[in-house]
T-cell receptor
Framework: NAGVTQTPKFQVLKTGQSMTLQCAQDMNHEYMSWYRQDPGMGLRLIHYSVGAGITDQGEVPNGYNVSRSTTEDFPLRLLSAAPSQTSVYFC?????????????????FGEGSWLTVV | AQSVAQPEDQVNVAEGNPLTVKCTYSVSGNPYLFWYVQYPNRGLQFLLKYITGDNLVKGSYGFEAEFNKSQTSFHLKKPSALVSDSALYFCAPGGNTDKLIFGTGTRLQVFP
């Protein structure tokens, strides 16, 4: 089972460049999200989606865009990279049970994308 | 708003000794509580969760967690620590929220 797949695993960007982190899941999960992980900060939620066509902001959305055209894919776009966006990014998904997500459902994470902005 | 607190940035324990990683929570309604583990350069992996029922929840790799409603705690425990248990551990609340929030995590270091 592939689970949650993130690409690329490593990327170096120059300030001002744009790029897209790809995330795909093959578990037919409704809920998908993006986190960034920084030393001493834990995981911070960037954006999330409760289903195709629906996205919303998390704790730290500035500088990032997302879209959810299909259930499987949830790409994260950096519009104009800044050194402050140097981080490890994790995509996650979970099954949306009946009612508001995600309730008691287990979250599945990708293996991470290491991004450096110079 | 739902939140968790992990009061210890790091926990050090000798191999073979019992370990505890602490978590307290603040949630409205019935809490769903999770523990995840992150090994170096990897994504988070599910360890165990409390939904309802027995207050002692058993999970992967010999870990267990005790749900204590009166103390609003969900501490992670293991009777005998292994060096391979060294990792970053996250407590997280579930429940009826769109925004899954994690804490800052606790680094567990098990010494031989």
């Amino acid at each position: 089972n592939a689970g949650v797949t993130q690409t690329p695993k490593f990327q170096v960007l120059k300030t001002g460049q744009s790029m897209t982190l790809q995330c795909a899941q093959d578990m037919n999960h409704e809920y998908m999200s993006w986190y960034r992980q920084d030393p001493g900060m834990g995981l911070r939620l960037i954006h999330y989606s409760v289903g195709a066509g629906i996205t919303d902001q998390g704790e730290v959305p500035n500088g990032y865009n997302v879209s959810r055209s299909t259930t499987e894919d949830f790409p994260l776009r950096l519009l104009s990279a800044a050194p402050s966006q140097t981080s490890v990014y994790f995509c996650a998904s979970t099954r949306d049970g009946q009612g508001p997500p995600p309730s008691g459902n287990t979250i599945y994470f990708g293996e991470g994308s290491w991004l450096t902005v110079v | 708003a739902q939140s968790v607190a992990q009061p210890e940035d790091q926990v050090n324990v000798a191999e073979g000794n019992p370990l505890t990683v602490k978590c307290t929570y603040s949630v409205s309604g019935n809490p769903y509580l999770f523990w995840y583990v992150q090994y170096p350069n990897r994504g988070l992996q599910f360890l165990l969760k409390y939904i309802t029922g027995d207050n002692l929840v058993k999970g992967s790799y010999g870990f267990e967690a005790e749900f204590n409603k009166s103390q609003t705690s969900f501490h992670l425990k293991k009777p005998s620590a292994l060096v391979s248990d060294s990792a970053l551990y996250f407590c997280a609340p579930g429940g009826n929220t769109d925004k899954l929030i994690f804490g800052t995590g606790t680094r567990l270091q098990v010494f031989p």
